[in-house]
């Protein structure tokens, strides 16, 4: 079992954030910005990754768990950092820490599939549709598909 | 000088780059309706080869990889079943809604496409498709999702058991402009024509009625017509044939309402607490009792369908005390459609009756049909007894053939003939509807 600081070096290794140089596309890029009104500095990649290398605690803030893991910010860093790799990181190190308010578990197989934030926001988009679809959206996608085999086929 | 921007004047969102499309009805689009395409897949065929992932993911990144594919093959082991998801391009597609940067369109053809310039890869499409369509590769961690081929699908192509099938649905509409038709017609006959002949109508040996006017005839005479009441199982024996055909294709005062809804789309909702079909039953019973009480035929004096009949001609049409029955029910229409139909009218309740005896009935098969995409068929129901949720689960919805009036509007919207007329006893074969 390693540490709660080595998962987090290893995250720091794996995404490459020792590159970041500030310049703010990934903030540019992200679709974040559109999704929540309250979009600020401290849930913008920038941010956390402004907060990683300067070794403030990350993993028990809530604003890791508004990223929807897209490849926006990563595609467009002139240094090659991968913030989706280092909030998956981040998440994976606060599932094991035991911080899991945040993390929305699949209904049928318990698997963590998505965050909170993120599913409200796809709630908030859906509002319009009846009720019992939200039955489904408490699924995983794997999950779902195998509902789908057992009352189709 | 100029004026100090404003925090609004400085706001700049996707509404400005990438405005929503908003979905224009021109007249064409009523009378022919547009023909999305879609592939429609049978799993009695499949046998989960996979070719169609094969053939797939090469369209999608050139190599034979099939976890880079738009369409997945799940097989259940145990049960021995093949099911291929594929995007069904939906009519109201949910992954539009869902996307954060609006990469994803419905275009004039019906295809629904990713573009790949504005998408970032964040799966909130897979998220919110109730069959999670948009297959993220594990991979490369990108989006992939049925564009069928720009209207010429590889898998519908290369199948070998020929499970998948590229349609574009139904092309015409012969159902809708007959019974139109056949409204208009009977209107015409029963209003302007033959004067009120839908309650009572003689004609040599010939004599035909109401059957809830002959019923209450009963009840406030105390004596039985045999005339009467002979000829009211005309109506009856039509019933058990056919179904309520009478109050989707005859009835003047169905016409009507038809027509109102017309003229109001939007309906306002009809209030939970009178939201009872047996109303009908107990308007129906209170008419029948208050005859016998009053000694006259009580509900017949407001009956709208027999004041409809009697409107016609000088005299009569000033007589307006009675025909202002008329436009007031049909004002109930701005609530729901046919909610006179639906819950109070006592000729639709003894025809309502008369149909537990039917002979046929309409069943609508959800696994020939395209399920929580389509569901035109709930929503073309003039008294809504279509369930929109069960189909949109896959299941078959159970049609209670004592409320439907069978005006067959399922049937002629059903772009892949899943809406079915069978006889009663029939039992419906699984390959074919079910």
Same mark, same amino acid.
Request: hydrophobic share 40%; with cysteine; proline share 6%.
């Given at each position: 079992?390693?540490?709660?600081?080595?998962?987090?070096?290893?995250?720091?290794?794996?995404?490459?954030?020792?590159?970041?140089?500030?310049?703010?596309?990934?903030?540019?890029?992200?679709?974040?910005?559109?999704?929540?009104?309250?979009?600020?500095?401290?849930?913008?990649?920038?941010?956390?990754?402004?907060?990683?290398?300067?070794?403030?605690?990350?993993?028990?803030?809530?604003?890791?768990?508004?990223?929807?893991?897209?490849?926006?910010?990563?595609?467009?860093?002139?240094?090659?950092?991968?913030?989706?790799?280092?909030? !998956?990181?981040? !998440?994976?190190?606060?599932?094991?820490?035991?911080?899991?308010?945040?993390?929305?578990?699949?209904?049928?197989?318990? !698997?963590?599939?998505?965050?909170?934030?993120?599913?409200?926001?796809?709630?908030? !988009?859906?509002?319009?549709?009846?009720?019992?679809?939200?039955?489904?959206?408490?699924?995983?996608?794997?999950?779902?598909?195998?509902?789908?085999?057992?009352?189709?086929? | 000088?100029?004026?100090?921007?404003?925090?609004?004047?400085?706001?700049?969102?996707?509404?400005?780059?990438?405005? @929503?499309?908003? =979905?224009?009805?021109?007249?064409?689009?009523?009378?022919?309706?547009?023909?999305?395409?879609?592939?429609?897949?049978?799993?009695? +065929?499949?046998?989960?080869?996979?070719?169609?992932?094969?053939?797939?993911?090469?369209?999608?990144?050139?190599?034979?990889?099939?976890?880079?594919?738009?369409?997945?093959?799940?097989?259940?082991? @145990? *049960?021995?079943?093949?099911?291929?998801?594929?995007? *069904?391009?939906?009519?109201?597609?949910?992954?539009?809604?869902?996307?954060?940067?609006?990469?994803?369109?419905?275009?004039?053809?019906?295809?629904?496409?990713? =573009?790949?310039?504005?998408?970032?890869?964040?799966?909130?499409?897979?998220?919110?498709?109730?069959?999670?369509?948009?297959? +993220?590769?594990?991979?490369?961690?990108?989006?992939?999702?049925?564009?069928?081929?720009?209207?010429?699908?590889?898998?519908? @192509?290369?199948?070998?058991?020929?499970?998948?099938?590229?349609?574009?649905?139904?092309?015409?509409? &012969?159902? +809708?402009?007959?019974?139109? $038709?056949?409204?208009?017609?009977?209107?015409?006959?029963?209003?302007?024509?033959?004067? #009120?002949?839908?309650?009572?109508?003689?004609?040599?040996?010939?004599?035909?009625?109401?059957?809830?006017?002959?019923?209450?005839?009963? $009840?406030?005479?105390?004596?039985?017509?045999?005339?009467?009441?002979?000829?009211?199982?005309?109506?009856?024996?039509?019933?058990?044939?056919?179904?309520?055909?009478?109050?989707?294709?005859?009835?003047?005062?169905?016409?009507?309402?038809?027509?109102?809804?017309?003229?109001?789309?939007?309906?306002?909702? &009809?209030?939970?607490?009178?939201?009872?079909?047996?109303?009908?039953?107990?308007?129906?019973?209170?008419?029948?009792?208050?005859? %016998?009480?009053?000694?006259? *035929?009580?509900?017949?004096?407001?009956?709208?369908?027999?004041?409809?009949?009697?409107? %016609? #001609?000088? *005299?009569?049409?000033?007589?307006?005390?009675?025909?202002?029955?008329?436009?007031?029910?049909?004002?109930?229409?701005? $609530?729901?459609?046919?909610?006179?139909?639906?819950?109070?009218?006592?000729?639709?309740?003894?025809?309502?009756?008369?149909?537990?005896?039917?002979?046929?009935?309409?069943?609508? #098969?959800?696994?020939?049909? +395209?399920?929580?995409?389509?569901?035109?068929?709930?929503?073309?129901?003039?008294?809504?007894?279509?369930?929109?949720? =069960?189909?949109?689960? #896959?299941?078959?919805?159970?049609?209670?053939?004592? =409320?439907?009036?069978?005006?067959?509007?399922?049937?002629?919207?059903?772009? %892949?003939?899943?809406?079915?007329?069978?006889?009663?006893?029939?039992?419906?074969?699984?390959?074919?509807?079910?």
């Amino acid at each position: 079992m390693k540490e709660k600081e080595d998962k987090i070096t290893e995250a720091k290794k794996v995404s490459g954030v020792h590159g970041c140089v500030e310049c703010g596309r990934c903030v540019a890029a992200c679709p974040m910005a559109e999704m929540y009104t309250n979009f600020s500095i401290e849930m913008s990649p920038r941010g956390i990754i402004k907060k990683i290398l300067m070794g403030e605690p990350a993993v028990e803030d809530i604003h890791i768990w508004y990223c929807t893991e897209c490849n926006a910010g990563a595609d467009v860093c002139p240094q090659g950092v991968s913030c989706r790799d280092l909030i !998956r990181a981040l !998440r994976e190190t606060a599932i094991d820490e035991g911080v899991i308010e945040n993390a929305k578990t699949c209904t049928s197989c318990g !698997r963590v599939f998505v965050a909170v934030p993120v599913e409200n926001f796809v709630y908030g !988009r859906l509002q319009e549709e009846p009720a019992n679809l939200f039955n489904t959206l408490d699924i995983c996608p794997p999950c779902r598909r195998e509902m789908y085999l057992v009352r189709n086929a | 000088m100029r004026e100090p921007l404003t925090k609004q004047d400085i706001s700049f969102g996707l509404d400005d780059l990438r405005p @929503r499309v908003k =979905e224009k009805k021109t007249l064409r689009d009523y009378f022919m309706p547009p023909r999305h395409p879609s592939i429609l897949f049978d799993p009695d +065929k499949c046998t989960g080869c996979g070719t169609c992932e094969m053939i797939c993911s090469t369209r999608n990144t050139k190599m034979v990889a099939p976890s880079a594919a738009s369409v997945k093959v799940i097989t259940d082991e @145990r *049960q021995g079943k093949n099911f291929a998801i594929l995007c *069904q391009h939906c009519r109201k597609p949910l992954c539009v809604e869902a996307c954060p940067t609006r990469a994803i369109t419905k275009g004039n053809d019906g295809i629904v496409r990713i =573009e790949k310039l504005f998408c970032t890869d964040c799966g909130l499409c897979t998220l919110a498709c109730p069959a999670a369509a948009p297959i +993220k590769d594990p991979g490369s961690e990108e989006i992939h999702k049925c564009d069928l081929c720009e209207g010429e699908p590889l898998c519908v @192509r290369y199948c070998p058991e020929s499970a998948l099938t590229f349609t574009r649905g139904k092309f015409f509409r &012969w159902i +809708k402009g007959l019974r139109w $038709a056949v409204q208009l017609i009977s209107f015409l006959l029963l209003v302007v024509v033959f004067i #009120g002949t839908f309650c009572y109508f003689k004609a040599g040996e010939v004599t035909l009625s109401c059957p809830t006017g002959t019923l209450q005839n009963i $009840a406030s005479s105390g004596t039985i017509i045999l005339v009467g009441a002979s000829s009211a199982l005309a109506l009856l024996i039509l019933t058990i044939l056919a179904g309520r055909l009478f109050c989707g294709w005859v009835c003047p005062f169905g016409f009507v309402l038809d027509l109102v809804d017309k003229i109001t789309p939007k309906k306002l909702g &009809w209030p939970a607490f009178l939201k009872s079909r047996m109303t009908k039953y107990g308007v129906l019973a209170g008419a029948v009792g208050g005859s %016998y009480a009053l000694g006259f *035929q009580a509900f017949c004096t407001i009956c709208p369908i027999g004041t409809l009949c009697r409107s %016609y #001609g000088v *005299q009569s049409f000033f007589r307006s005390a009675e025909l202002a029955i008329v436009p007031a029910l049909a004002g109930l229409e701005i $609530a729901q459609r046919r909610s006179w139909c639906r819950y109070f009218c006592p000729v639709g309740a003894v025809l309502g009756l008369t149909a537990i005896l039917r002979l046929i009935k309409i069943v609508i #098969g959800a696994k020939k049909c +395209k399920k929580f995409s389509c569901i035109q068929c709930a929503e073309v129901c003039p008294v809504g007894i279509i369930e929109g949720d =069960e189909l949109r689960e #896959g299941i078959s919805p159970n049609i209670p053939m004592t =409320e439907c009036i069978m005006c067959m509007r399922c049937i002629d919207r059903c772009p %892949y003939g899943a809406a079915k007329i069978r006889f009663r006893w029939q039992k419906v074969t699984p390959g074919e509807v079910t």
